[in-house]
Structures are given as structure tokens and as C-alpha cells.
């Protein structure tokens, strides 16, 4: 057989093989593979962040619809108090009115009063002057029955023209 195995130099290729192995291992592998390290930490702090930021966008969503909501259930209230307000003003100044009328009412009842009270207060003294003036007239006069009577009637016609 012709043919041999060169152990020489398969165990000298093998040795420097293990030899570069190792000095890659050692030199090269290491802090490549604590590059690669590094970078993996760094994408999964990015991906915690990321969701992490995502949670607190939601979270911020979350409160600001808390916070529409609360507005809007505010706004609500401020419009049903508003109504409520101009509900009881209008009844206010109804009532008002109403108060206002009655004393106008009032204040002319009393001064129509006032004013039959002044007609009265006149006619009675027309009657009185009238009686005066009829008194003289019967007195100058000696009347009998028939126009004394006849005096009286026109007496009572005259101050019923005059009412």
C-alpha cells in the first residue's frame, strides 16, 4: 500500500488548530461574545422600555377618558344648575310681578277709596248747603204741604242729577 498517513503533520495542524482555537477563544470569541451580549441586553431594555412606555400610554388614554368623562358629567351639571338657576329666577321675577301688581292694584282700590271718600265728603256738603239754601227758602216762604212736598221732590231730583 502506497499509501500513509502523515501523523507528523496531522498532529502538528491539529495542535495549531487547538493553538488558534484557543488564542480566538480567548481573544476574539470572548469579547465577541460579549458584544453580542451587550447588544441583546440592549434590544431587550428597548423592548422593556417599549413596553413599559406602552403600558403608560394606555395608562395615560385610560386617564384622559376618565377625565373626558368627568368634564362632560361636569359640564352636564353645570347646565343642569343653569337651568335650575334660570328656572327659579324666572319664578322669581313672577312672583315679583305678581307682588308688584297687587300693591299697584291695592294702592288704586285705596285711591278710588279715597277719591268715593272725597266725592262723599262733597255731596255731603252740597246736601248740607242745599239743605241751608232750602231751609232760608221754606223759611222766606211760608209754604203749606202740597209745596213744601212739591220742594222736597225737586230738592231730591237735584242732588240725583248731581250723583
Known amino acids: 500500500m502506497g499509501f500513509e498517513i502523515p501523523w507528523g503533520s496531522i498532529l502538528y ?12 477563544s480567548k481573544f476574539a470569541l470572548k469579547p ?35 377625565a373626558l368623562e368627568e368634564a362632560r358629567t361636569e359640564a352636564h ?12 329666577q324666572g319664578q322669581e321675577i313672577l312672583e315679583q310681578a305678581r ?5 299697584i292694584k291695592d294702592a288704586a282700590l285705596a285711591e278710588i277709596q279715597r277719591e268715593k271718600e272725597h266725592a262723599v265728603s262733597e255731596l255731603r256738603e252740597q246736601v ?25 221732590q225737586e230738592y231730591i231730583k237735584e242732588v240725583g242729577g248731581k250723583l
Not at 495542524?13 to 480566538?24: D, E, K, N
Not at 465577541?32 to 431587550?44: D, F, S, W, Y
Not at 239743605?131 to 204741604?145: G, H, M, P, Q, R
Open 13 to 24: 495542524q491539529l495542535f495549531a488548530f487547538l493553538v488558534l482555537l484557543a488564542l480566538l
Open 32 to 66: 465577541l461574545l460579549g458584544i453580542m451580549e451587550k447588544r441583546e441586553q440592549m434590544v431587550n431594555d428597548q423592548i422593556e422600555n417599549a413596553e413599559a412606555r406602552s403600558k403608560e400610554a394606555e395608562a395615560y388614554i385610560k386617564d384622559q377618558r376618565i
Open 77 to 88: 351639571e353645570i347646565v343642569q344648575n343653569a337651568k335650575k338657576l334660570s328656572e327659579q
Open 99 to 103: 307682588v308688584n301688581a297687587e300693591r
Open 128 to 152: 248740607a248747603s242745599l239743605s241751608v239754601l232750602i231751609a232760608t227758602k221754606v223759611i222766606e216762604k211760608e209754604l203749606n204741604a202740597e209745596e213744601q212736598d212739591k220742594l222736597v
